[in-house]
């Protein structure tokens, strides 16, 4: 089953069938929203607008842990993540589409794992995501004309506050391409939980190193990102029946991630740990 994360300006999706909202319940909390489940053609998807219905949560207090807890008892298998970012390159025009290979994690308030005392686990994070994935959002891109790059290094900040031009200058230092608040700790979570994640960062605006856009303002924002959000679901109407093809497992291991990264003894792991991660780790611990 394919799982949708929704950004900003993707609060629902259009064209499925035997459409439901359905509230999962998790160990650490709740979820940003209900779970929308529907098909497009044969193909099964679990939807979840990251910031709820309305946009009502802001980055910072996103139950990241609980989104991907939810989605994984769901049944999803491999994650797609549509997100607003600003742009950090002149090449990359607001209206751009950034399938994205890397990230830089510059959040410091909220929980990066699913793991802690009494089930110690470290996974890796080289390559955050799918390349397999990637290549089929990239295909599908192309099929749409829409305009994009493959490849792309995400900065997360802790938001909510847009950047100081200091920081946007910094940030195009350390090599990013893009920036935006939502998708560190996902792409870590969704590591641990063995899904398949790939990322596609939608450029709403400059960030304020550009000279003629020193003062990044909502309002101008959410004029591109009414035309980024129709682009979106485009996009993911087209990836949905790519991703349904693919077989298990995945030649690059998202799936069994978690396969040599727990490293606390059997006998030493504790129960109430266990049974929480019973959705994200079962699989390895049982």
Known sequence: MLGIVGGTGLYDLEGLTDQQWRRIESPFGAPSDELLFGQLGDQKIVFLPRHGRGHRIP???INFLANIDALKRAGATS???VSAVGSLRAELAPGTFVIVDQFIDRTLRRPKTFFATGLVAHVSMAHPTCRRMMDEVTDAAVEI??????????????GPQFSSLAESRMHIGLGCDVIGMTNMPEAKLAREAELCYATVAMVTDFDCWHPDHDHVQVSDVIKVMHANSANAKQLVQRVIPRVARLAAPCPHGCDRALERAILTAPDARDPDMVSRLGAIAGRVLR
Not at 148 to 155: E, I, P, R, S, V
């Open 79 to 81: 994650l797609l993540s």
């Open 145 to 158: 004309g829409l305009a994009h790059q493959k490849g792309g290094a995400y900065l997360v900040m802790e």
């Open 59 to 61: 980055p910072h207090e």
